[in-house]
């Protein structure tokens, strides 16, 4: 089962916003803003890719041709809401179709059987629409790689004795989403 998973809308603001990252990174001027906007979203992107979760309320597009199967596990959660589902081109009633949003979110047929072999599903995760929604965890994972990108611009750091605090990764770990 081959499945095609695309943002089809971008979340509005990011999980992290500016002034924490300053206070992170220990910035007071404004000089560094668009650096610091470019690292929050790249910081996004990685838990976002790491995780398999949507964290701030963004748009997503999912197509398969389910064979025989009725349950269409969803790939971003949390899942809020679905939006629509076509089933070879043709838009769905939303009577054919059961929905299980949040954790674990699944759109189901309830004849047992897809009226078709593609089916597209467009639907809307993340925690919310304010950086408050988002879990503390994922909000300090994503402050400790701004303030690490930011200090360290570079690729290679050349005579340093460095260590890797290995917990900063382990705030991921209850978000990831099972494959």
Not at 82 to 101: E, K, Q
Not at 141 to 159: Q, T
Request: proline share 7%; with cysteine; charged share 20%.
């Amino acid at each position: 089962m081959h499945i095609r998973l695309s943002r089809t809308a971008a979340p509005a603001v990011e999980p992290v916003t500016e002034a924490e990252a300053k206070e992170q990174c220990r910035v007071r001027h404004s000089q560094a803003d668009l650096r610091l906007a470019r690292l929050i979203t790249s910081a996004r992107e990685q838990a976002e890719g790491r995780t398999r979760r949507a964290l701030i309320t963004q748009q997503w597009e999912q197509s398969q041709c389910p064979g025989a199967a009725c349950s269409i596990p969803l790939q971003r959660w949390p899942v809020q809401e679905v939006l629509s589902v076509h089933v070879d081109g043709a838009l769905l009633d939303p009577s054919a179709y059961r929905v299980n949003t949040g954790e674990e979110a699944s759109v189901t047929a309830k004849s047992g059987h897809w009226p078709g072999e593609e089916v597209v599903i467009s639907y809307q995760a993340g925690y919310g629409d304010d950086p408050g929604d988002v879990p503390a965890g994922l909000r300090d994972w994503m402050l400790v790689h701004v303030a690490d990108a930011y200090a360290n611009p570079n690729a290679i750091v050349i005579g340093t004795i460095s260590g890797r605090m290995t917990f900063v990764d382990d705030l991921l770990n209850p978000f990831v989403v099972p494959r």
